[in-house]
C-alpha cells in the first residue's frame, strides 16, 4: 500500500524534510517519492553551499526549495481534510506540528548549548543563550535581523544556531496560514474556496516581492533574507500550486489527464532553472531581491506540478531513486544539525582541512540525522511512546517532555544561579532585547594609585607615571584586563570596533562591511583622550581592521601591496602624532597571530593569514625606524604566540576568548607581566629597545 502524501491524520509533519503519509486518503495525491528526491537535492545543495564549495554559491535556495514544498504540501493537507471532513481540525494540525517539529529541534538546541558552554567564549555564548531561546520560540528569522548593534554581536562569528532562521519563518506559516485558510473556505463550496486561495495567494506572493524589493539594501541584506514577509512568496508560490492542482484530483487519488508534453517541458526546465540558480546566484546580488527569490519559487512549483501529475514521467523516477528518497526522508535531521557541526568541527579543532574536514562534517551530520530520525522523530510521530498509555494520555506526555526539555536548554545556557538553573519558568527573549553588548567608543577605565599632583603639569597629573592605552578592541581588553599595578596609573581609550584605517568599503569574513558609527572621527577621539590624560607613556595596539581587504584607487587592496602600505603608513604617522602630542613616549605593540573565523572550508580567511600580520607588523618597525628615539615596539606577537603561530593556549592556560581577543588571564598571567616592567621603563627612559624585529 502506497503512502499518502497528504493525509489530515498527518498534518504533523514538517513539509520541508519530511517523508510523507501512511495512508491512502480520498481526495488526496498519492505519495510521490520525487517529493522527498527534490528534498534530497534540496538539502545537500544548502549542506554544500554551507561547506564552501565551489559551483554552489546559490545552494541557500536549496531553503526556498523547501519553502515551496512546504507551502504546496500544507495546503493540500489542509484542502483536503476540509473535502473530507467539511471543516478543519486546527488543534489537531497545531499539536501534531508540534510533535513532529519540537522533539528533533529541542534534542539539537540541548546538545548545541551543552557544546556551546565547552567551546564557545563567554560573549558569544551569552549570544548563543539568546538564539537557543529564539529558536525555542521559532522568531529566530527575527533574531538574526535584530541581533544586535554592540560590538560583541556585531563582530561575533556566525551563530551555530544560524540556520534555524528558515525554521522561524516555516512555523509561523504553520500558526497563521491554517487560520486564513479555514477564514477563505468557511461556508463556501470547494470550487470557490479553491478560487479564493489561488487570488490571495497570487496577491500575497506579489505584495511579498514587492516588500523584499523595497526593503533590500546593498552592504545590509539581513532585513531582506531573513523577513516572515519578505520570504513569504515562496510558500505562497506552493500553497497557490496546491489550490490549482487540488481540481485535478479524484477519488482514486490519481489526477485527470493533463498536457502532458507541456508538463514535461515545464518541469524539466523548472529543474535546470532550479540547478542554474543553485550554481549561479549570490545572496548579496540585488537581482536576486529584485525578482530572483520569485523566480527561483516558481522553477521550484513547475518540477512539483510535473511530479505530482506525472509520477510516472522520467523526472519523477529519476528523483525518486533509492538513495534520494531515503535522504528526502531524513533531510530534517540533516539540516538540523549540518550547521551546529559545521560550526564546532573546525580544521583548528580536528586538524583536517577541506575535503578532509568536510567528508568528517558529513559522515556526522548524516549520522546524527539518522539516530535522530529512527530513535526521535518517528517514534514520536507515531506515538509508538505512548501506545499502553491510556487515550488522552500521549498529548501529555509529548507536552511534559517539551516542557522538560525546554528546561534543560535553558538550564544549558544559563549561568550558575541563574533562574534558569533552578527550574524558573523559561521566558521566550524578545530576539533584540537581549543582546550582550560591551560599551563602544572612548571607554576610560582607571587603575592604579590615585595621583599626586605636582608643578609644571595638569591637576590631577602627579609623580605617578602615567599610561594610555589607545587603539581598537584588543587594546581595550589589555588595558582592561590588566591586574591592579601600584606605582603605575593606566587609561583606557581604545575604541572597539575601529581601527586607523578607515576606508569605507570593507571585506570581513568573506562578506561586505563597512565602519561603525564614529570610527571615522578616531584622530578627534584619540585627541581628547590624550589631551585629558596627558600620559608619559602612550601605547597603542592595532590589529583587525588594518588587515583587511578595503577598496582603495577603484580596487580592493590590503596590507602588504605597496600601494595600501603606503596608506597605512599615512594614517600610522598620524596616530603615533596624536600619541605624542602631549610629550608621551610612544609604544606600539606588534599585532598577534589570530584565528577569528574559519572558511566553510576550513582555510583562513584572507584577515587571519599570519603573512597580513607579518606585513603589519613590518609597518610597525618601519614607522619606528623613521622615528628614532620617539618610538618603541615591543614585540607582543612573539610573546603571545610563542611558536611562531597562533595558539588558543600557553602552559595549559586560555589567552584567548575568540581567537582575536585575550581572556583576563592571558592578559594577566601572561602579558602584564611582560608588558607592565617594560612600560614603566619606557616612562622611567630606561628602556633599550632592540633595533628590529
Given at each position: 500500500?502506497?503512502?499518502a502524501?497528504?493525509d489530515?491524520?498527518?498534518?504533523?509533519?514538517?513539509?520541508?524534510?519530511?517523508?510523507a503519509?501512511?495512508?491512502r486518503?480520498?481526495?488526496?495525491?498519492?505519495?510521490r517519492?520525487?517529493l522527498?528526491?527534490l528534498?534530497a537535492?534540496?538539502?545537500?545543495?544548502?549542506?554544500?553551499?554551507?561547506?564552501?564549495?565551489a559551483?554552489i554559491?546559490?545552494?541557500?535556495?536549496?531553503?526556498?526549495?523547501?519553502?515551496?514544498?512546504?507551502?504546496?504540501?500544507i495546503?493540500?493537507?489542509l484542502?483536503a481534510?476540509?473535502?473530507?471532513?467539511?471543516?478543519?481540525?486546527?488543534?489537531?494540525?497545531?499539536?501534531?506540528?508540534?510533535?513532529r517539529?519540537?522533539?528533533?529541534l529541542?534534542?539539537?538546541l540541548l546538545?548545541?548549548?551543552?557544546a556551546?558552554?565547552?567551546?564557545?567564549?563567554?560573549?558569544?555564548?551569552?549570544?548563543?543563550?539568546?538564539?537557543?531561546?529564539?529558536?525555542?520560540?521559532?522568531v529566530?528569522?527575527w533574531?538574526?535581523?535584530f541581533?544586535g548593534t554592540g560590538y560583541v554581536?556585531?563582530?561575533?562569528?556566525?551563530?551555530?544556531?544560524?540556520?534555524?532562521?528558515?525554521l522561524g519563518?516555516?512555523?509561523?506559516f504553520y500558526?497563521?496560514?491554517?487560520?486564513?485558510?479555514?477564514?477563505?473556505t468557511?461556508?463556501l463550496?470547494?470550487?470557490?474556496?479553491?478560487?479564493?486561495?489561488?487570488?490571495?495567494?497570487?496577491?500575497g506572493a506579489?505584495a511579498?516581492q514587492?516588500?523584499?524589493?523595497?526593503l533590500?539594501r546593498?552592504?545590509?541584506?539581513?532585513?531582506?533574507?531573513?523577513?516572515?514577509?519578505?520570504?513569504?512568496?515562496?510558500?505562497?508560490?506552493?500553497?497557490?500550486?496546491?489550490?490549482?492542482l487540488?481540481?485535478?484530483?479524484?477519488?482514486?487519488?490519481?489526477?485527470?489527464?493533463?498536457?502532458?508534453v507541456a508538463?514535461?517541458?515545464?518541469g524539466?526546465?523548472?529543474l535546470a532553472?532550479?540547478?542554474?540558480?543553485w550554481?549561479?546566484?549570490s545572496?548579496e546580488?540585488s537581482?536576486?531581491?529584485r525578482?530572483?527569490?520569485?523566480?527561483?519559487?516558481?522553477?521550484?512549483a513547475?518540477?512539483l506540478?510535473?511530479?505530482?501529475?506525472?509520477?510516472g514521467?522520467?523526472l519523477?523516477?529519476?528523483?525518486?531513486?533509492?538513495?534520494?528518497v531515503?535522504?528526502?526522508?531524513?533531510?530534517?535531521?540533516?539540516y538540523?544539525w549540518?550547521?551546529p557541526?559545521?560550526?564546532?568541527?573546525t580544521?583548528?579543532?580536528?586538524?583536517?582541512?577541506r575535503?578532509?574536514l568536510?567528508?568528517?562534517?558529513?559522515?556526522?551530520?548524516v549520522?546524527?540525522?539518522?539516530?535522530?530520525?529512527?530513535?526521535?522523530?518517528?517514534p514520536?510521530?507515531?506515538?509508538?511512546?505512548?501506545r499502553?498509555l491510556?487515550r488522552?494520555?500521549?498529548?501529555?506526555?509529548?507536552?511534559g517532555?517539551?516542557?522538560?526539555m525546554i528546561?534543560a536548554?535553558?538550564?544549558?545556557?544559563?549561568?550558575?544561579?541563574?533562574?534558569?538553573?533552578?527550574?524558573?519558568?523559561?521566558?521566550i527573549?524578545?530576539?533584540?532585547?537581549?543582546?550582550?553588548?560591551?560599551?563602544?567608543?572612548?571607554?576610560?577605565a582607571v587603575?592604579?594609585?590615585?595621583p599626586?599632583d605636582?608643578?609644571g603639569?595638569?591637576?590631577?597629573?602627579?609623580?605617578?607615571?602615567?599610561?594610555?592605552?589607545?587603539?581598537?578592541?584588543?587594546s581595550w581588553?589589555?588595558?582592561d584586563?590588566l591586574?591592579?599595578?601600584?606605582g603605575?596609573?593606566?587609561?583606557?581609550r581604545?575604541?572597539q570596533g575601529?581601527?586607523?584605517?578607515?576606508?569605507?568599503d570593507?571585506?570581513?569574513l568573506?562578506?561586505?562591511?563597512?565602519?561603525?558609527?564614529g570610527?571615522?572621527?578616531?584622530q578627534?577621539?584619540w585627541?581628547r583622550?590624550?589631551?585629558a590624560?596627558?600620559?608619559?607613556?602612550?601605547?597603542?595596539?592595532?590589529?583587525?581592521?588594518e588587515l583587511?581587504?578595503?577598496?582603495?584607487?577603484g580596487?580592493y587592496?590590503?596590507?602588504?601591496?605597496?600601494?595600501?602600505d603606503r596608506?597605512?603608513?599615512?594614517q600610522?604617522?598620524?596616530a603615533?602624532?596624536?600619541?605624542?602630542?602631549?610629550?608621551?613616549?610612544?609604544?606600539?605593540?606588534?599585532?598577534?597571530?589570530?584565528?577569528?573565523?574559519?572558511?566553510p572550508?576550513?582555510?583562513?580567511?584572507p584577515?587571519?593569514?599570519?603573512?597580513?600580520?607579518?606585513a603589519?607588523?613590518?609597518?610597525?618597525?618601519?614607522?619606528?625606524?623613521?622615528?628614532?628615539g620617539?618610538?618603541?615596539v615591543l614585540?607582543l606577537n612573539?610573546?603571545?604566540?610563542?611558536?611562531?603561530?597562533?595558539?588558543?593556549?600557553?602552559?595549559?592556560l586560555r589567552?584567548r576568548?575568540?581567537g582575536?581577543?585575550?581572556?583576563?588571564?592571558g592578559?594577566q598571567r601572561?602579558?602584564?607581566?611582560?608588558l607592565?616592567?617594560?612600560?614603566?621603563?619606557?616612562?622611567?627612559?630606561?628602556?633599550?629597545?632592540?633595533?628590529?624585529?
Amino acid at each position: 500500500m502506497p503512502d499518502a502524501l497528504v493525509d489530515p491524520a498527518r498534518a504533523g509533519q514538517p513539509s520541508v524534510v519530511v517523508p510523507a503519509g501512511d495512508a491512502r486518503r480520498p481526495g488526496s495525491f498519492a505519495y510521490r517519492p520525487a517529493l522527498d528526491g527534490l528534498r534530497a537535492l534540496a538539502v545537500t545543495a544548502v549542506v554544500l553551499f554551507h561547506a564552501g564549495l565551489a559551483g554552489i554559491g546559490g545552494g541557500f535556495l536549496g531553503v526556498d526549495t523547501f519553502f515551496v514544498l512546504s507551502g504546496f504540501l500544507i495546503t493540500s493537507l489542509l484542502l483536503a481534510e476540509h473535502r473530507s471532513r467539511g471543516r478543519i481540525d486546527l488543534r489537531r494540525f497545531w499539536i501534531r506540528r508540534a510533535r513532529r517539529l519540537l522533539p528533533a529541534l529541542l534534542a539539537m538546541l540541548l546538545a548545541t548549548v551543552v557544546a556551546g558552554r565547552f567551546l564557545l567564549d563567554s560573549g558569544a555564548l551569552g549570544l548563543l543563550r539568546t538564539d537557543a531561546y529564539a529558536a525555542l520560540g521559532y522568531v529566530a528569522n527575527w533574531r538574526m535581523i535584530f541581533r544586535g548593534t554592540g560590538y560583541v554581536a556585531a563582530t561575533a562569528a556566525p551563530s551555530p544556531l544560524q540556520h534555524t532562521w528558515s525554521l522561524g519563518i516555516e512555523e509561523q506559516f504553520y500558526l497563521i496560514w491554517p487560520l486564513l485558510v479555514t477564514a477563505l473556505t468557511l461556508g463556501l463550496a470547494a470550487r470557490h474556496a479553491r478560487t479564493a486561495l489561488i487570488v490571495a495567494c497570487g496577491a500575497g506572493a506579489v505584495a511579498s516581492q514587492l516588500v523584499c524589493a523595497g526593503l533590500f539594501r546593498p552592504g545590509d541584506i539581513a532585513r531582506a533574507y531573513y523577513g516572515t514577509d519578505t520570504r513569504a512568496q515562496a510558500l505562497l508560490i506552493g500553497a497557490g500550486l496546491a489550490a490549482l492542482l487540488s481540481a485535478e484530483v479524484g477519488r482514486s487519488g490519481q489526477p485527470r489527464r493533463v498536457a502532458s508534453v507541456a508538463l514535461s517541458v515545464a518541469g524539466t526546465a523548472g529543474l535546470a532553472g532550479t540547478l542554474w540558480l543553485w550554481h549561479a546566484a549570490s545572496d548579496e546580488a540585488s537581482w536576486l531581491y529584485r525578482g530572483g527569490l520569485t523566480a527561483a519559487a516558481l522553477a521550484t512549483a513547475l518540477v512539483l506540478a510535473q511530479v505530482v501529475l506525472r509520477p510516472g514521467s522520467p523526472l519523477a523516477r529519476a528523483l525518486g531513486t533509492g538513495p534520494l528518497v531515503w535522504l528526502g526522508r531524513i533531510s530534517y535531521g540533516v539540516y538540523l544539525w549540518h550547521w551546529p557541526l559545521f560550526t564546532f568541527v573546525t580544521a583548528d579543532a580536528t586538524g583536517l582541512s577541506r575535503w578532509p574536514l568536510l567528508a568528517v562534517r558529513l559522515a556526522a551530520t548524516v549520522a546524527l540525522a539518522t539516530i535522530s530520525f529512527y530513535l526521535i522523530e518517528q517514534p514520536v510521530r507515531r506515538g509508538v511512546l505512548g501506545r499502553r498509555l491510556p487515550r488522552r494520555m500521549p498529548g501529555a506526555v509529548t507536552v511534559g517532555a517539551v516542557t522538560l526539555m525546554i528546561f534543560a536548554v535553558a538550564s544549558a545556557t544559563a549561568g550558575p544561579g541563574s533562574p534558569a538553573t533552578t527550574a524558573a519558568p523559561v521566558i521566550i527573549t524578545i530576539p533584540s532585547s537581549a543582546v550582550l553588548r560591551l560599551p563602544r567608543g572612548a571607554v576610560h577605565a582607571v587603575r592604579g594609585p590615585a595621583p599626586i599632583d605636582r608643578p609644571g603639569r595638569p591637576a590631577g597629573a602627579g609623580n605617578t607615571p602615567r599610561v594610555t592605552f589607545l587603539g581598537d578592541s584588543v587594546s581595550w581588553v589589555i588595558g582592561d584586563y590588566l591586574p591592579g599595578h601600584p606605582g603605575m596609573w593606566t587609561s583606557d581609550r581604545a575604541i572597539q570596533g575601529c581601527g586607523i584605517a578607515t576606508l569605507p568599503d570593507i571585506r570581513e569574513l568573506g562578506t561586505p562591511h563597512t565602519n561603525y558609527p564614529g570610527c571615522t572621527s578616531w584622530q578627534q577621539r584619540w585627541q581628547r583622550g590624550v589631551d585629558a590624560d596627558n600620559p608619559d607613556v602612550a601605547v597603542i595596539e592595532l590589529n583587525r581592521w588594518e588587515l583587511m581587504d578595503r577598496r582603495y584607487h577603484g580596487e580592493y587592496q590590503h596590507v602588504g601591496e605597496p600601494d595600501y602600505d603606503r596608506y597605512l603608513s599615512g594614517q600610522l604617522d598620524r596616530a603615533v602624532r596624536i600619541a605624542g602630542s602631549r610629550g608621551a613616549a610612544v609604544v606600539l605593540l606588534t599585532a598577534a597571530y589570530t584565528h577569528r573565523a574559519e572558511k566553510p572550508d576550513g582555510s583562513l580567511y584572507p584577515e587571519d593569514q599570519p603573512a597580513r600580520v607579518d606585513a603589519w607588523n613590518a609597518l610597525l618597525w618601519a614607522e619606528a625606524a623613521r622615528h628614532p628615539g620617539e618610538i618603541t615596539v615591543l614585540d607582543l606577537n612573539r610573546v603571545v604566540c610563542p611558536a611562531g603561530r597562533f595558539t588558543w593556549r600557553i602552559g595549559g592556560l586560555r589567552i584567548r576568548s575568540d581567537g582575536l581577543h585575550y581572556t583576563p588571564g592571558g592578559v594577566q598571567r601572561i602579558i602584564a607581566p611582560w608588558l607592565l616592567p617594560k612600560l614603566a621603563a619606557v616612562a622611567a627612559g630606561t628602556y633599550r629597545a632592540p633595533q628590529g624585529p
